[in-house]
Structure formats: C-alpha cells, structure tokens
C-alpha cells in the first residue's frame, strides 16, 4: 500500500507511463467532474467517478483485487479506508474473475487505517485487502471520489 499527499505522486514509479497519465487525468479533476468512468490508457488504466455515503466499519467488507491496482482519493469529503494484508483472511465470497474481485472476513488482526481526504491517495496493491467508505469520524459522510484501475503488471 502506498498513501501519501496527491501533490507527493512523483516519488513513485517515476519513469512509468502509466502513472504518469494517471495523475495527468487526475490533476485536471475538479468536484464539478460529471459520475461515470473516464478512459486514461484503455483498458491498462481508467478512472470511475462517483459519490456515496460512508458506513460504520461493521458494514464495511474486505476486498482485494488479482489483476488490477486501485488508487483512490476523494474530490470531496473525508473517509477511512482499513487496509491489511489478505494473507490469512477467511474468503467470504469467492474470487469473480470478471469483476476481478475477492471479499475476505474481517480479519483477527488489527488492520491499518488510510484516512482518505482532499489532497491525499492511496494505492491497493493485489496483496492489500482493503476495506473502503468507512466513516471518517462517527457519523457518514457524502463524498466524492475517483477510484483509478491500473493493470497490476504495468507498475513495478
């Protein structure tokens, strides 16, 4: 897992295409972006847009994903992201090839927390269960975000 300060995004895989056009896209984001999914390198990279409303941490689920890398950040709004290695966790639903999805239980273990906020990203490797749009504090919160799909063999 990778999480630091969006401005920070050159200190990673410097020389690399991909993510050069993946903070090219985000750079040009704003709150006023329209919902939908954005094309940045056909299918080795695109973006999806949208808002949602935070839950408590018991309703969150655990996923992680084989063939693709997530970088997530918010437009708007706060959220935790809990995060924690998937060595170990019970499978709770099989993994789905074509939304390249595995959910996990929650783990025995005390995870890590990511909190996603203006100006911060994170970034989901396939050994990174991650459990997203968790409340911030303890109420939920409406917030906007970009969710970034990377091909896994195309970073480093």
Not at 29 to 57: H, L, M, Q
Not at 103 to 126: I, K, M, S, Y
Request: proline share 6%; charged share 30%.
């Amino acid at each position: 897992m990778i999480y630091d300060k969006t401005s920070n995004w050159k200190n990673y895989f410097p020389k690399n295409k991909i993510w050069q056009k993946v903070f090219a896209f985000v750079k040009k984001c704003s709150v006023d972006i329209e919902p939908g999914r954005y094309a940045i390198a056909g299918e080795d990279a695109y973006a999806s847009v949208f808002s949602c409303d935070t839950k408590p941490p018991k309703e969150g689920i655990y996923e992680a994903h084989r063939k693709q890398i997530d970088v997530q950040m918010l437009l708007k709004g706060r959220e935790r992201v809990d995060v924690t290695a998937i060595d170990g966790l019970a499978v709770k639903t099989e993994y789905n090839e074509a939304k390249d999805c595995v959910l996990f239980d929650d783990p025995e273990r005390l995870p890590g927390a990511a909190p996603l906020t203006e100006g911060f990203f994170a970034v989901f490797f396939p050994n990174d269960a991650h459990r997203p749009s968790l409340n911030y504090g303890t109420s939920a919160e409406n917030v906007k975000k970009i969710v970034v799909k990377i091909k896994a063999t195309l970073l480093p």
